[in-house]
């Protein structure tokens, strides 16, 4: 096969247009694109902006069309809100048939109808999913009337019925989805592709003795609360919450909760943060804790490793194949405080080989090489290419 005949016109579809570490499919939105393009595919990503007006600009190798003008824009999100995607569809098909692709790949469902029309007009058009999470499954979008639910399940149905491919991010929860719907799909985990301004640091980090950190939403289903109930047993440590006040009443309940248990002096919640900030807030504190009920994109884990800082997850979170120790994997309160006691309890130089042991896996295993090795295949519709232990065929549980 020539270079020639292996080059693609691609196109991805995503409502993440913001890829900062907040938002784990606008990371993996723009690592995917230049990952294909790295490898000489012509790539353009769809996606969504606030402003009033459409625009296209080139980032690199890839072309990055904005589709803006939707009604009751939020300029502080980082995503299209859910009840615009109907309309960014309409106006994304009107933009996308003006040339044509070899592969349409959509994060997730919101395309889903651009793609079922553009791919009504050119049959031969490949259709590559990523699917990190399902309402079917988690329920995320709760509460909604059932009218709502009904079309959300529909949409997922029909997207993961028609699209070619499915990627899933996990073992664990591929496992779940190709039971679902009864057909093959890929396991390939995200790529840790840095896209901080901060890339190197010249010092050492500073460690603050008995400093954990909790990065992401404040919402029920970080299950926050989880870090709170136990660090009454754990008296010489300290929690910093960086969170957008995304769900205040649950902040609320969350300060309230601390007061009981007599530990909210020994909680901050710093808010909002930039990118860089984050990365030292990782790197400065001890632990990093994410107690998610779930958690579709694997940089929740990833970011803290990738670091040098250790990171503990719910067995429920899906974070586990990331994590790859079960030292750091809690399944209960109770285990949640033993877990956290062990880690900080090690010696300095079992942390620092700890850490350069983090440090290598996620360059090695979740790194632009290896997951390119694993992607890049199936834009040629030559599945054999893929690692066999990345696969599953028809799996049915």
Same mark, same amino acid.
């Given at each position: 096969?020539?270079?020639?005949?292996?080059?693609?016109?691609? *196109?991805?579809?995503?409502?993440?247009?913001?890829?900062?570490?907040?938002?784990?499919?606008?990371? *993996?939105?723009?690592?995917?694109?230049?990952?294909?393009?790295?490898?000489?595919?012509?790539?353009?990503?769809?996606?969504?902006?606030?402003?009033?007006?459409?625009?296209?600009?080139?980032?690199?190798?890839?072309?990055?069309?904005?589709?803006?003008?939707?009604?009751?824009?939020?300029?502080?999100?980082?995503?299209?809100?859910?009840?615009?995607?109907?309309?960014?569809?309409?106006?994304?098909?009107?933009?996308?048939?003006?040339?044509?692709?070899?592969? #349409?790949?959509?994060?997730?469902?919101?395309?889903?109808?651009?793609?079922?029309?553009?791919?009504?007009?050119?049959?031969?058009?490949?259709?590559?999913?990523?699917?990190?999470?399902?309402?079917?499954?988690?329920?995320?979008?709760?509460?909604?009337?059932?009218?709502?639910?009904?079309?959300?399940?529909?949409?997922?149905?029909?997207?993961?019925?028609?699209?070619?491919?499915?990627?899933?991010?996990?073992?664990?929860?591929?496992?779940?989805?190709?039971?679902?719907?009864?057909?093959?799909?890929?396991?390939?985990?995200?790529?840790?592709?840095?896209?901080?301004?901060?890339?190197?640091?010249?010092?050492?980090?500073?460690? #603050?003795?008995?400093?954990?950190?909790?990065?992401?939403?404040?919402?029920?289903?970080?299950?926050?609360?989880?870090?709170?109930?136990?660090?009454?047993?754990?008296?010489?440590?300290?929690? #910093?919450?960086?969170?957008?006040?995304?769900? +205040?009443?649950?902040?609320?309940?969350?300060?309230?909760?601390?007061?009981?248990?007599?530990?909210?002096?020994?909680?901050?919640?710093?808010?909002?943060? +930039?990118?860089?900030?984050?990365?030292?807030?990782?790197?400065?504190?001890?632990?990093?804790?994410?107690?998610?009920?779930?958690?579709?994109?694997?940089?929740?884990?990833?970011?803290?490793?990738?670091?040098?800082?250790?990171?503990?997850?719910?067995?429920?979170?899906?974070?586990?194949?990331?994590?790859?120790?079960?030292?750091?994997?809690?399944?209960?309160?109770?285990?949640?405080?033993?877990?956290?006691?062990?880690?900080?309890?090690?010696?300095?130089?079992?942390?620092?080989?700890?850490?350069?042991?983090?440090?290598?896996?996620?360059?090695?295993?979740?790194?632009?090489?290896?997951?390119?090795?694993?992607?890049?295949?199936?834009?040629?519709?030559?599945?054999?290419?893929?690692?066999?232990?990345?696969?599953?065929?028809?799996?049915?549980?």
């Amino acid at each position: 096969m020539t270079t020639k005949d292996r080059m693609k016109r691609i *196109a991805i579809l995503s409502t993440s247009y913001f890829p900062n570490i907040w938002n784990g499919q606008g990371r *993996a939105t723009f690592s995917t694109a230049y990952m294909l393009a790295s490898k000489g595919h012509e790539v353009s990503v769809f996606t969504y902006t606030p402003k009033g007006h459409n625009f296209v600009q080139q980032d690199g190798q890839v072309s990055v069309h904005y589709i803006g003008n939707l009604s009751d824009k939020k300029e502080n999100a980082t995503s299209l809100p859910f009840e615009h995607i109907a309309e960014w569809n309409r106006k994304l098909i009107g933009i996308i048939q003006d040339k044509e692709y070899d592969t #349409i790949v959509l994060m997730n469902n919101p395309g889903w109808q651009c793609a079922k029309s553009y791919r009504a007009l050119h049959l031969d058009t490949q259709i590559i999913s990523f699917v990190p999470f399902l309402y079917t499954f988690t329920g995320w979008l709760q509460p909604l009337t059932l009218e709502l639910e009904k079309e959300i399940k529909h949409r997922e149905a029909e997207f993961i019925a028609e699209s070619d491919v499915l990627i899933a991010h996990t073992e664990k929860f591929g496992r779940k989805l190709a039971t679902y719907c009864n057909r093959e799909l890929y396991v390939i985990p995200n790529c840790h592709l840095d896209l901080s301004a901060s890339k190197i640091f010249i010092n050492k980090p500073n460690k #603050i003795k008995g400093q954990m950190c909790f990065v992401g939403r404040a919402n029920r289903e970080k299950s926050l609360e989880r870090i709170i109930r136990v660090m009454p047993n754990l008296g010489n440590t300290t929690l #910093i919450v960086a969170s957008p006040k995304s769900s +205040p009443e649950y902040q609320a309940t969350l300060m309230s909760l601390a007061k009981k248990l007599d530990v909210e002096h020994r909680i901050e919640f710093i808010g909002w943060k +930039p990118t860089k900030e984050i990365r030292e807030l990782y790197r400065s504190s001890c632990l990093a804790i994410v107690p998610s009920q779930f958690e579709p994109f694997g940089y929740a884990a990833l970011d803290p490793m990738s670091l040098g800082t250790p990171v503990i997850v719910s067995e429920w979170s899906c974070l586990e194949e990331y994590v790859n120790n079960k030292d750091n994997v809690f399944s209960s309160i109770i285990t949640l405080e033993s877990k956290i006691a062990a880690c900080l309890s090690l010696s300095d130089t079992q942390k620092e080989n700890n850490a350069e042991v983090n440090k290598e896996m996620v360059s090695t295993f979740f790194g632009v090489d290896y997951i390119s090795k694993q992607l890049e295949p199936l834009f040629h519709q030559d599945s054999s290419l893929v690692e066999t232990n990345n696969g599953f065929s028809n799996y049915t549980g």
